[in-house]
């Protein structure tokens, strides 16, 4: 190896950004626009959604057709670098728990494949402790989060309708796509059984911004996973923030650069960023007035704790000893299912935008249920494009169902079953919930003591359970969705059959993706490590801005309140910078 | 000895004969390397992901001729030629069988076994291997195992095969251009979203309520 020498890069920014997913991706935004001078590590290659290209690929044009590979978990089309499991990269778990851990390696992370699912948290999702006892209230409260809300959705574009309930805030929003046929059906099931189905809310241009020209609307390929290369319709970091912020000139990008610590000074202030190229494998440090983590809940944490020093013997930021606690992810659990009305049904183009046209918000009070916090409810079904993995599995289809009011036996072969795969295309349909999990101290992520990734960085290992209150959870929603299938005459054919013995289907925590609660905000200084700013209570020119600052997650996909907190954060630090403060 | 190396030898045994040899020489694998080396995918890959597909590539077959020649047969009789469509070997569903089980080692075992069985029940039976069956005899050995619900004890580990060569088939038939024109996929292509066409609304007696009509995006047809 020789002798390891560290380089420096010469050039000393305003802010170094660890991260370039929506958090990262916003404080760059917000930064670079205001003059700073802005370097962003990441830990993954370059990327442009413009270049790299798989959206409007026809099935033949993977050799897989779609299928998924280590490198692609989400499929061959899928916009996402990185995974469960990459080369390199371990992480371990508690004996006894389970943590399954996702992470995006590329410029925008995670944000190029993500759901555009993008909704506010209420006001009762910022002091949740105050109406059930559990978790923490959040040190702010929806009005000091709302006007950046309507901020990022005036920039960043989003689709939805005002529907005025108190704890699923309206936002501004461009008009929603009409329901597809499944859809239709679905409303008229859940209304029946009780549960609200509205227009959903995601981040996808159905028309133009009135004040941005370089984004096209949306042309309804229903492709939002594999990013829009064409349109840019839909929210992703580097076509809506990264690339159009890089035009002020004021930011440079490390890519492949995986950060090793935060480095502090004497004084206990960070001076910048330690990190090791993938590239060519050389030490290097970068220099910035302000360290913002953005590299997703778990790595900022594992970040933080790795920067140890002097002042900061616990890791960094963590007097308090909570980086890396309070790890929650959103609950999950699912049916699937076909409509033998819709058998034998007409073809039509309904791809629409990504993802589902309608959604459900939580609609119960938990006073009345055995279980805190609520859920909504996802919807998927239709025509949608073949890929691996269409059409197996016949024979447990076509004994079913009279196939043209013939009688088939299951199986078979032939000319008999074209027909049969003619007749049920498109009658599937099937729906997830994604809930709240309570954020206890006790599942948290630390330093593996034993292990180092392949740059000598430790690892985290992971110790996660779920409580009773999400396995509840799980229980209430297969009830739930078992009573929307029947209202609508369709058929379960897998997630029906879940019970104790399984935690009634729910997803192992981490599966999910929604991590959040390892860098939590807080008034306290003992109990928290940021500041309601997303500043460091140890270290004031430190700022974490992803996911792991939430205090709770509610049963809200983060995305857009990452956004929003990031907006925030980066607002205060030019403040902070032009009162001298930092 | 590695494991796909002894279930080469292991299939070199009795029936697939002189067949194997092919798909081995030091020719085909510096051919195979070459092929691997200018890869070109209609698809974004980045570093390390386009490394393990150059390495797949340049793996060589993992089916033998006789086996692939098995396949094709049964992917012709599970989708044969009709009035609407071409057949699993006219879309080439044999090639896609041999990559996507050469890409999911969960695949291969099951193939290769099921491969074997389906030869030594027609060697019990007619004294030939699958392939060397008259047309009749194929039918009648794939009729005792492509109904999983109804299949003889004795026979249920064939229709445990016959599903998974079913599946791939229809899978990769209903993949490829030729199956998605078949199935009716009418999408991946720019549009404007205006709804459920009116006939199908009716058809299912749903409306859009006022409520939809006026809050959903609307184009000009």
């Known amino acids: 190896m020789g002798d390891l020498q560290i380089k420096k890069q010469p050039k000393k920014y305003d802010a170094v950004i660890v991260g370039s997913g929506a958090g990262g991706g916003m404080a760059a935004y917000i930064l670079a626009n205001a003059g700073l001078k802005v370097c962003i590590v990441e830990a993954g290659p370059l990327y442009d959604p413009v270049k790299n290209v798989?959206?409007?690929?026809?099935?033949?044009?993977?050799?897989?057709?779609?299928?998924?590979?280590?490198?692609?978990?989400?499929?061959?089309f899928d916009a996402c670098y990185g995974g469960w499991d990459i080369e390199g990269e371990p992480y371990?778990?508690?004996?006894?728990?389970?943590?399954?851990?996702?992470?995006?390696?590329?410029?925008?992370?995670?944000?190029?494949?993500?759901?555009?699912?993008?909704?506010?948290?209420?006001?009762?999702?910022?002091?949740?402790?105050?109406?059930?006892?559990?978790?923490?209230?959040?040190?702010?409260?929806?009005?000091?989060?709302?006007?950046?809300?309507?901020?990022?959705?005036?920039?960043?574009?989003?689709?939805?309708?005002?529907?005025?309930?108190?704890?699923?805030?309206?936002?501004?929003?461009?008009?929603?796509?009409?329901?597809?046929?499944?859809?239709?059906?679905?409303?008229n099931a859940a209304t029946q059984a009780g549960v609200k189905v509205i227009p959903s809310r995601l981040s996808i241009l159905t028309q133009q911004l009135p004040d941005n020209k370089e984004r096209p609307a949306c042309a309804f390929c229903g492709q939002c996973s594999r990013n829009c290369s064409y349109y840019k319709a839909d929210f992703s970091s580097p076509n809506v923030l990264i690339y159009p912020a890089m035009k002020t000139g004021n930011i440079d990008i490390l890519s492949n650069a995986m950060a090793r610590e935060v480095l502090t000074n004497?004084?206990?202030?960070?001076?910048?960023?330690?990190?090791?190229?993938?590239?060519?494998?050389?030490?290097?440090?970068?220099?910035?007035?302000?360290?913002?983590?953005?590299?997703s809940a778990c790595e900022s944490a594992r970040l933080l704790l790795n920067s140890k020093s002097a002042r900061h013997p616990n890791g960094l930021a963590n007097s308090s000893n909570v980086v890396g606690k309070y790890l929650h992810d959103s609950t999950g659990a699912a049916v699937g299912g076909v409509i033998p009305a819709l058998f034998d049904r007409k073809r039509y183009n309904e791809d629409g935008?990504?993802?589902?046209?309608?959604?459900?918000?939580?609609?119960?009070?938990?006073?009345?249920?055995?279980?805190?916090?609520?859920?909504?409810?996802?919807?998927?079904?239709?025509?949608?494009?073949?890929?691996?993995?269409?059409?197996?599995?016949?024979?447990?289809?076509?004994?079913?169902?009279?196939?043209?009011?013939?009688?088939?036996?299951?199986?078979?072969?032939?000319?008999s079953l074209k027909e049969d795969y003619r007749f049920f295309y498109g009658a599937g349909v099937g729906m997830a919930g994604r809930g709240e999990a309570v954020a206890y101290e006790h599942n948290y992520c630390e330093i593996d003591p034993h292990v180092v990734d392949k740059y000598g960085i430790p690892v985290l290992r992971f110790n996660v359970k779920w409580s009773e209150h999400e396995i509840k959870q799980a229980k209430h929603m297969k009830e739930t969705f078992k009573e929307i299938m029947h209202n609508m005459g369709a058929v379960i054919?897998?997630?029906?059959?879940?019970?104790?013995?399984?935690?009634?289907?729910?997803?192992?925590?981490?599966?999910?993706?929604?991590?959040?609660?390892?860098?939590?905000?807080?008034?306290?200084?003992?109990?928290?490590?940021?500041?309601?700013?997303?500043?460091?209570?140890?270290?004031?020119?430190?700022?974490?801005?992803?996911?792991?600052?939430?205090?709770?997650?509610?049963?809200?996909?983060?995305?857009?309140?990452?956004?929003?907190?990031?907006?925030?954060?980066?607002?205060?630090?030019?403040?902070?910078?032009?009162?001298?403060?930092? | 000895m590695d494991r796909r190396k002894s279930l080469k030898l292991i299939a070199t045994g009795a029936l697939a004969g002189g067949a194997l040899a092919a798909g081995c020489n030091a020719d085909d694998k510096k051919a195979d390397a070459k092929k691997a080396d200018e890869l070109k995918l209609n698809l974004d890959r980045y570093e390390p992901e386009l490394a393990h597909e150059k390495a797949l590539?340049?793996?060589?077959?993992?089916?033998?001729?006789?086996?692939?020649?098995?396949?094709?047969?049964?992917?012709?009789?599970?989708?044969?030629?009709?009035?609407?469509?071409?057949?699993?070997?006219?879309?080439?569903?044999?090639?896609?069988?041999?990559?996507?089980?050469?890409?999911?080692?969960?695949?291969?075992?099951?193939?290769?076994?099921?491969?074997?069985?389906?030869?030594?029940q027609c060697l019990k039976r007619y004294g030939k291997s699958f392939t060397a069956c008259t047309d009749q005899q194929k039918i009648a050995m794939v009729d005792d195992i492509a109904y999983p619900e109804k299949v003889k004890p004795e026979l249920k580990q064939g229709a445990a095969f016959f599903s998974l060569v079913r599946n791939l088939t229809a899978t990769g038939f209903y993949t490829s251009e030729i199956g998605v024109k078949d199935i009716g996929y009418a999408g991946n292509a720019p549009n404007k979203w205006n709804g459920v066409p009116d006939e199908v609304l009716k058809q299912y007696r749903l409306a859009y309520t006022e409520k939809e009509l006026k809050e959903c995006v609307k184009f000009d047809a």
């Open chain 1, 353 to 415: 935008v990504g993802g589902m046209h309608v959604y459900s918000p939580w609609w119960l009070d938990n006073k009345k249920l055995d279980f805190p916090r609520g859920y909504h409810i996802e919807y998927w079904g239709g025509m949608g494009q073949p890929a691996y993995g269409f059409n197996w599995g016949i024979e447990s289809l076509n004994g079913k169902f009279l196939v043209k009011e013939k009688k088939k036996e299951a199986g078979g072969y032939g000319a």
């Open chain 2, 57 to 120: 590539a340049a793996r060589g077959k993992f089916f033998t001729e006789a086996e692939i020649a098995t396949i094709t047969v049964l992917a012709d009789i599970i989708i044969p030629k009709d009035e609407i469509s071409g057949s699993a070997s006219d879309a080439k569903v044999p090639e896609f069988i041999e990559y996507i089980v050469k890409d999911m080692p969960q695949h291969q075992l099951p193939m290769r076994g099921g491969l074997r069985w389906l030869d030594m």
């Open chain 1, 92 to 187: 371990t778990k508690a004996s006894g728990t389970e943590w399954d851990w996702f992470r995006g390696r590329m410029l925008g992370g995670r944000t190029n494949h993500w759901g555009r699912i993008s909704l506010r948290f209420g006001p009762k999702d910022f002091k949740r402790r105050s109406i059930d006892g559990l978790g923490e209230n959040w040190p702010i409260s929806y009005d000091d989060i709302k006007p950046f809300y309507d901020r990022v959705d005036r920039l960043v574009g989003i689709f939805g309708t005002q529907e005025g309930m108190e704890n699923e805030p309206d936002g501004i929003f461009l008009p929603p796509p009409r329901p597809r046929l499944h859809e239709l059906m679905i409303k």
């Open chain 1, 493 to 582: 054919t897998w997630g029906g059959d879940d019970g104790p013995e399984n935690n009634y289907g729910l997803n192992k925590p981490g599966e999910i993706i929604h991590e959040a609660g390892t860098v939590r905000m807080g008034d306290d200084a003992r109990r928290s490590a940021l500041n309601k700013w997303s500043q460091a209570h140890d270290c004031k020119n430190v700022f974490c801005v992803d996911g792991g600052q939430f205090v709770s997650q509610a049963d809200k996909n983060i995305t857009w309140t990452i956004l929003a907190l990031s907006m925030r954060a980066s607002e205060y630090i030019i403040d902070e910078m032009k009162k001298q403060n930092l």
């Open chain 1, 266 to 295: 004497n004084e206990g202030l960070a001076t910048g960023v330690s990190y090791v190229s993938k590239d060519d494998m050389q030490e290097y440090q970068v220099e910035g007035r302000v360290v913002i983590l953005a590299a």
């Open chain 1, 54 to 76: 798989t959206q409007f690929k026809n099935p033949w044009d993977s050799p897989r057709r779609g299928a998924s590979t280590k490198y692609r978990p989400f499929g061959d």
